[in-house]
């Protein structure tokens, strides 16, 4: 058989990762619902033109289609479908279609694979997986949601803290802001000028402004303002102050940026009281996709920024919209895959073990497995995960199954003598040697092993 070659982009966890995986989906799954978020789940499929409709991003849709297509046999003929590259779009087009079964405004998180077909690097894969909050009002949504959704984003990584995540720090600018000074200074193409300012981190800022200069008609004068308020970054309200000292100087205050200015002083204010340190105001952060409208939020791993934002969103107007009503919305969305494939390959987290198993039932002999059976059925019924040695080999084998797996215990069922009274059973922590007699009926592991933990990789 020829070796099969893996594919790139496409992430599959050993055991041991993918326990590391499910402990931060539910951590993150818990805070989400400790603040009133209600799951929901999308189709993996949407019409390919309402994946096009907003954004730069054609190239990275992968369309999907029958090998042998029929199109007279294909529901609906001319609609092309492809996978979806993020879950705003979908949960849009979700609220749209349930809006009169939903109560506003709807808060939901939602955990699922999306795809994108970039080139795979450190931490970027074509599947993986994504965890979304938003909230969506009908009609009008108030600018408070805007606070508040990053710093419940910042205290679900907060939580991760204890198993070994790195300090996370938010960076946030707001669209209102940046578009209000691009005109300010006289550049009408505001959307390209943050697709290219959304660059700046990967290729510099003096390709950055060949790049305005060339792509959108600024003059080096103009090229220049706006890197200088990419500049500017700050923990409290004093940058407010030093964008309108920009902005100033170079003629370019706006009642747009005057807007904007204020809803980012309410946030980095917020912020600085509920989550000190964490939320930085970065006039930097453009957010490439087209649909937000107001506050954009990316967030690093401090000592890891070379990753890349690990979690990312906006607020948003008009993405959900059936031309009579409007629901605006705003959202972030964490990459699951690559924040734990940076916790695996970092080595920064461990599992206890792959296995949920916390015991091993030997096996005497075959003739007696159904004696092993039933203890492991007793203590199943009391929630301890089990399984029952695969064959009736000696002992020492059976000890050595138990440890490949990382089980901390054996259970030995107790054996006939002479006399046909069956002895008492007998459990064995493998990692101390100790071992002592045990009933099934009442005999609990240590709480710590119950189940697999994931802890920091040098606890």
């Not at 805070?31 to 954004?55: C, M, N, S, Y």
């Not at 990275?60 to 492809?82: I, N, S, T």
């Not at 009008?140 to 204890?162: D, K, S």
């Not at 510099?204 to 080096?220: F, I, K, M, S, Y």
């Amino acid at each position: 058989m020829a070796r099969i070659a893996p594919l790139s982009g496409f992430p599959e966890w050993l055991p041991d990762g993918r326990v590391v995986e499910q402990h931060v989906l539910d951590t993150l799954r818990r805070t989400f619902e400790l603040h009133g978020f209600a799951g929901i789940e999308t189709r993996a499929v949407e019409p390919l033109e309402q994946l096009l409709r907003k954004g730069e991003t054609s190239k990275e849709v992968y369309v999907l289609r029958r090998l042998q297509a029929d199109p007279e046999a294909d529901e609906g003929g001319d609609k092309q479908l492809g996978l979806h590259f993020d879950l705003t779009v979908p949960f849009a087009r979700y609220v749209l279609e349930n809006a009169g079964k939903l109560a506003f405004p709807f808060k939901r998180y939602q955990v699922q694979k999306v795809w994108r077909g970039e080139r795979p690097q450190d931490g970027r894969f074509r599947e993986f997986v994504q965890a979304d909050i938003d909230v969506v009002g009908a009609g009008e949504l108030p600018y408070h949601f805007e606070v508040e959704l990053p710093l419940v984003m910042a205290e679900a990584l907060g939580a991760l803290r204890e198993i070994g995540l790195p300090p996370v720090r938010v960076l946030v600018n707001n669209r209102k802001v940046a578009e209000g000074f691009y005109r300010g200074v006289g550049l009408e193409d505001v959307e390209g000028v943050l697709r290219q300012v959304d660059k700046l981190d990967k290729i510099g800022p003096d390709a950055v402004a060949e790049l305005l200069r060339a792509e959108q008609g600024a003059t080096p004068e103009q090229a220049k303002a706006c890197l200088e308020l990419a500049a500017i970054a700050g923990e409290d309200v004093s940058v407010v102050d030093r964008v309108r000292e920009l902005a100033t100087a170079h003629g370019a205050v706006t009642e747009l940026l005057e807007t904007g200015l204020a809803e980012l002083r309410a946030l980095v204010a917020a912020a600085a009281e509920r989550a000190p340190g964490v939320v930085v105001a970065d006039l930097k952060i453009a957010r490439g996709l087209d649909y937000y409208t107001g506050s954009v939020y990316e967030t690093v791993l401090v000592g890891h920024e070379q990753l890349g934002s690990i979690c990312s969103g906006g607020r948003y107007d008009t993405l959900a919209s059936d031309g009579k009503n409007t629901y605006p919305g705003v959202g972030l969305s964490i990459g699951v895959s690559r924040v734990v494939s940076r916790l695996l390959s970092a080595e920064l987290v461990q599992a206890t073990r792959g296995v949920p198993s916390a015991v091993v039932v030997a096996v005497v002999d075959e003739e007696q497995r159904a004696a092993s059976d039933a203890v492991a059925a007793a203590l199943r019924g009391r929630g301890i995960p089990v399984e029952v040695a695969p064959s009736a080999a000696k002992f020492g084998k059976q000890i050595r199954y138990a440890d490949r797996r990382g089980i901390p215990f054996v259970w030995f069922p107790g054996t006939v003598g002479e006399d046909g009274v069956r002895g008492p059973d007998q459990v064995k922590d493998i990692r101390s040697g100790e071992q002592t007699p045990a009933d099934a009926a009442t005999w609990e592991p240590p709480a710590e092993d119950r189940w697999p933990r994931v802890v920091p990789a040098d606890a």
